[in-house]
């Protein structure tokens, strides 16, 4: 799409088709008429729509391309050596106009936002930035950017201009409402084949779940999401496009899928999983934090980690052996990561004492955000584990159960003291870590819960609907179910687990 500027006149020159003088702030034309001179000077793109050239390949939007080496190389001796990379060139599935040119331009914005509170990287890692250069892909693709961004703005301008969040809130979900239809469409009529079609609906369910944390919290029910994204990358495993994906999306995907396993009896992970990890992610282990030169590795923060916890979950009985280790583990990982949360903290605050600049204080905080999060997941899965392990602290009394639950409740507490500042974006995580230590505290245990539920009602105010306490009892249910007990006894009831194992067909 080659864009050829087209003058720097006037609007009224323009559309009079008269010579501007291109004077500042306003042309002799337009003082002479007695009119405002809006636009002068400003560089206009004309898009012409360009076809492709008769020695291209196809005219989709892929198009592989392989040294002529590499490929002499493969002929001659196919069966020793690997087959040429592919590499793969976006173009646009249609072409590019002034709406489309408006929607990237404004994912871009939202990306590129320096304030921490409304940083989208604190939820969406690099994802995200991977964005704009797909706007125009894919309609679905375009429909999901398209209300994410409404979205952003409809949560921005409710704590920051409140006067003009109403019409904000209207235009999020009219253009929710359309992602959730182009979504529907979609998946009836999916074509798996069809160029980069897995990835695109991917990142679409992700932005369409986005949104409905941050406008329609009310929904409370994200299994199907995740369900469905689960049922893609199972499909791109089966037909070897996992690399379509890319691996900077690859590994917060599997973490969402590995959490929702452990709550979802539904999603069964024991074996796909592993293939697609040891296809994508061999030797990136162990996960690090880095402080400034010192590097630590945490077992705990490892993708293949906790998916055998998640495995372990369902059966606690048959893999105390297992859950044992990962709690002693678990438990000195999180000291570790509190002294390197305290150190980071304590930098930030003497970098601030120092009056450093504010790229200085940017990195500082960026660092102490990035270390409550890992804190963040540990205690996500301590508390599981610990969860697990209440049925038989009978049989393991030197764990001492009760205490280190005890310990990641004040864990939870602090670190939302500490990111209170960071709301609404840069605080996301917290909530959430909120509701599954609320939900794996013991029933007859009281320590922290009052000090749990006013934190939770603290950081709904950031979403209009949002009913955070309400969500960690539906997750305490959904635990039970999953881990086979019993709500009204305790206990093992007799067929829950086999028929939440039921899969739903023909959902997708």
């Given at each position: 799409m080659p864009g050829v500027p087209s003058g720097l006149g006037c609007d009224a020159c323009r559309k009079a088709k008269k010579k501007c003088d291109l004077t500042k702030p306003s042309c002799q034309n337009c003082i002479r008429r007695g009119i405002p001179c809006v636009g002068v000077g400003v560089k206009r793109w004309k898009f012409m729509a360009s076809e492709p050239s008769s020695s291209s390949s196809a005219s989709s939007s892929l198009s592989f391309s392989a040294s002529s080496s590499s490929s002499s190389a493969s002929s001659s001796s196919s069966s020793s050596s690997p087959p040429p990379p592919v590499v793969v060139r976006y173009r646009p599935?249609?072409?590019?106009?002034?709406?489309?040119?408006?929607?990237?331009?404004?994912?871009?914005?939202?990306?590129?936002?320096?304030?921490?509170?409304?940083?989208?990287?604190?939820?969406?890692?690099?994802?995200?930035?991977?964005l704009p250069r797909r706007v125009g892909c894919n309609p679905l693709l375009d429909a999901a950017v398209s209300a994410a961004v409404a979205s952003y703005h409809a949560v921005v301008h409710r704590t920051a201009i409140p006067s003009s969040s109403q019409d904000l809130q209207q235009k999020a979900f009219i253009r929710y409402g359309a992602a959730l239809e182009a979504l529907?469409?979609?998946?009836?009529?999916?074509?798996?084949?069809a160029p980069l079609a897995i990835a695109h609906r991917m990142y679409a369910i992700v932005l369409i779940s986005y949104c409905q944390d941050w406008i329609d919290p009310v929904n409370k029910d994200t299994a199907p999401h995740r369900e469905m994204l689960a049922h893609l990358l199972q499909h791109a495993l089966r037909v070897g496009r996992i690399s379509e994906i890319g691996k900077v999306y690859l590994y917060p995907l599997c973490q969402t899928l590995v959490w929702e396993?452990?709550?979802?009896?539904?999603l069964n992970i024991e074996k796909w999983l592993w293939v697609l990890l040891d296809a994508a992610f061999a030797g990136a282990r162990p996960h690090k934090?880095?402080?400034?030169?010192?590097?630590?590795?945490?077992?705990?923060?490892?993708?293949?980690?906790?998916?055998?916890?998640?495995?372990f979950l369902r059966d606690p009985e048959r893999h105390m052996g297992q859950l044992r280790r990962i709690h002693l583990t678990g438990r000195a990982e999180r000291a570790q990561m509190r002294a390197l949360l305290a150190q980071m903290t304590a930098a930030e605050v003497e970098a601030g004492r120092m009056a450093a600049s504010g790229e200085v204080l940017r990195t500082h905080r960026t660092r102490r955000v990035a270390a409550q999060v890992g804190l963040g997941l540990m205690i996500f899965l301590g508390s599981g584990v610990n969860r697990g392990m209440q049925p038989f602290a009978e049989s393991n009394p030197d764990l001492d159960l009760a205490e280190d639950m005890h310990a990641m409740v004040d864990d939870a507490i602090q670190m939302a003291r500490l990111c209170a500042d960071l709301r609404p974006f840069g605080?996301?995580?917290v909530p959430k870590v909120l509701k599954v230590v609320w939900a794996c505290l013991p029933d007859d245990d009281r320590y922290g819960r009052v000090d749990l539920e006013a934190w939770l009602r603290f950081?709904?105010?950031?979403?209009?609907?949002?009913?955070?306490?309400?969500?960690?009892?539906?997750?305490?249910?959904?635990?039970?179910?999953?881990?086979g007990r019993s709500n009204a006894q305790g206990g093992f009831t007799e067929g829950i687990y086999s028929r939440a194992l039921e899969v739903r067909t023909g959902s997708w």
């Open positions: 599935g249609y072409p590019l106009n002034n709406e489309t040119t408006r929607l990237a331009a404004s994912l871009a914005y939202v990306i590129g936002s320096q304030d921490i509170k409304y940083d989208t990287r604190s939820f969406g890692g690099d994802f995200l930035a991977d529907r469409r979609a998946m009836e009529t999916i074509d798996h084949d396993a452990w709550v979802n009896p539904r934090y880095c402080n400034q030169q010192t590097y630590l590795p945490f077992i705990t923060l490892e993708i293949e980690h906790q998916a055998r916890t998640a495995v605080s996301m995580f950081f709904e105010r950031d979403f209009e609907g949002a009913d955070y306490v309400d969500s960690a009892r539906e997750l305490r249910e959904r635990l039970d179910v999953a881990s």
